[in-house]
C-alpha cells in the first residue's frame, strides 16, 4: 500500500507538467483560432440566455419551435431599435468630433504648457508632434474598418444564434443516443446549462441596469450622448475590475472640457459612476448570484489578461463570463469541484459548509 503510495507520489510532477504543457497547447491553439472562436462563444452564450425564455413559451402551451420562433423575432426588434438609436447618437458624435477634438486640443496645450512653467522638462511641440497622426484621415479609415468587421461578426453570431437555438431541440435526444448511460451524463449537463443560464442572465441584466442608470446620470448632469455613453457602460461592464473605469473616462472627459460643463460637474458624473458601480457590483449582483458564483479578485483580473491575450477586446469583455463558464464546469462534477473552490473568493473565517451552501442561490444548493 505504502509502494503504491510512493508511486502516485512520484507521479504527480510528472501529470502536473502533462497538464501545463497540454493547457500551453489548448491556449496556444485558442488563439490562433480566435477569428473561429469568438463569433462561435458569443453565439453560444447569446444562445444559452436566449433558451430561458424560449422554455418560458413552451411552458405557456407554445410548441418550441414556435417560441424559438417568436424569441428571435423579439431579439430582432429589439436589437433594431437600439441600433437605430446608437448609430444615430454615433452619428451625431462624429460631426461633433472636429469641435471636440478642437476643445481637447486646447486644454491639451495648457497643462502642457502649465506645466513646463512650473520647471518640468516637456517641450510641447515635441510631444505634440509625436502624438500627431501621419495622415488625418488615417483614424476615420481605421474606424470605418472597424464597423465594417463588426457588422459581419455581428451577421455571423446572429446565424449562429438561429441555428444553435434549433439545435438544442433535439440536443438531449442526440445525447441519448450517443451514450449507453446517459443519465449521469444529461444531469451534469442540465445542471450545468441551468447554472449558465441563471449567471448569464443576472449579469446581463446587472449590465443593462448599470446601462440605464449611467444613460439617465448623464441626461441628468447634461453630458452629450448620454445614449452612447449608457451602451458603453452597459458593454464594458463585463469587464472585471477596469471595465466601469474605462467606461467613465469618455463621459467624464468630455464633460470636463465641454462649455456647459466643468470640474464640478465631471466630479458629479464620476461620483455617479462610482455609487452605480459600487451598489450593482458589490451589493446587488452578490446578493442574487450568491457566493457560490463569485470569483476571487485575483483570479478575476488573470482572467481578464489571459482571456485579452487570447481573443483581444473580445476575450476581456467575456473574461469573466468564460471564467465563470470553466468555474460552474468544473463545479458540476465531483472530481474537479475542488478546482472550482480554487476560482471562487472563499469563505468567511469560520464558516461552515452548511451555511456556505445557505448563502448559495436556491438553485445551486445541494440536496
Not at 451514450?179 to 449537463?189: G, H, M, T, Y
Not at 469587464?239 to 469618455?250: H, Q
Amino acid at each position: 500500500m505504502s509502494k503504491l503510495s510512493d508511486e502516485d507520489y512520484r507521479s504527480i510532477p510528472l501529470n502536473a507538467t502533462l497538464a501545463m504543457a497540454a493547457l500551453v497547447v489548448i491556449m496556444a491553439g485558442m488563439k490562433m483560432g480566435a477569428d473561429l472562436l469568438v463569433p462561435l462563444l458569443l453565439a453560444i452564450f447569446i444562445a444559452v440566455v436566449c433558451t430561458s425564455p424560449v422554455h418560458w413559451l413552451n411552458r405557456c402551451g407554445l410548441s418550441l419551435r414556435l417560441a424559438v420562433f417568436l424569441t428571435l423575432m423579439f431579439m430582432l426588434v429589439f436589437l433594431s431599435m437600439i441600433g437605430l438609436l446608437v448609430v444615430n447618437s454615433f452619428s451625431t458624435f462624429i460631426q461633433a468630433l472636429p469641435d471636440i477634438e478642437t476643445r481637447l486640443y486646447e486644454h491639451y496645450w495648457d497643462v502642457l504648457n502649465a506645466l513646463a512653467s512650473r520647471g518640468l522638462a516637456i517641450d510641447p511641440d515635441q510631444l505634440s508632434s509625436m502624438l500627431e497622426m501621419d495622415s488625418e484621415g488615417a483614424w476615420m479609415q481605421t474606424l470605418l474598418g472597424e464597423v465594417g468587421n463588426l457588422f459581419m461578426q455581428s451577421t455571423i453570431v446572429a446565424l449562429l444564434v438561429i441555428f444553435l437555438l434549433f439545435e438544442t431541440l433535439n440536443f438531449r435526444d442526440k445525447v441519448s443516443r450517443a451514450l449507453e448511460n446517459p443519465a449521469p451524463s444529461l444531469k451534469r449537463f442540465s445542471e450545468f446549462s441551468l447554472t449558465l443560464k441563471r449567471y448569464l442572465a443576472v449579469k446581463t441584466v446587472i449590465s443593462l441596469a448599470t446601462g440605464i442608470l449611467v444613460w439617465l446620470s448623464c441626461l441628468m448632469v447634461g453630458v452629450e450622448f448620454p445614449l452612447l455613453w449608457g451602451v458603453l457602460a452597459f458593454a464594458l461592464n463585463f469587464i472585471p475590475n477596469i471595465g466601469s473605469a474605462i467606461a467613465a473616462i469618455p463621459p467624464v472627459l468630455l464633460l470636463l472640457v465641454s462649455q456647459d460643463g466643468g470640474v464640478w460637474q465631471a466630479l458629479l458624473l464620476a461620483s455617479a459612476y462610482l455609487g452605480i458601480n459600487f451598489v450593482l457590483g458589490n451589493l446587488v449582483e452578490p446578493r442574487i448570484m450568491g457566493q457560490a458564483l463569485g470569483l476571487s479578485t485575483f483570479v478575476a483580473f488573470l482572467s481578464l489578461v489571459v482571456w485579452g491575450w487570447v481573443f483581444g477586446v473580445a476575450g476581456m469583455l467575456l473574461s469573466v463570463v468564460l471564467t465563470m463558464t470553466l468555474k460552474i464546469a468544473l463545479d458540476s462534477h465531483p472530481q474537479t469541484r475542488w478546482m472550482a473552490h480554487l476560482l471562487g473568493p472563499g469563505s468567511r473565517k469560520g464558516e461552515t459548509s452548511s451555511k456556505q451552501d445557505a448563502r448559495r442561490p436556491p438553485w445551486l444548493r445541494r440536496h
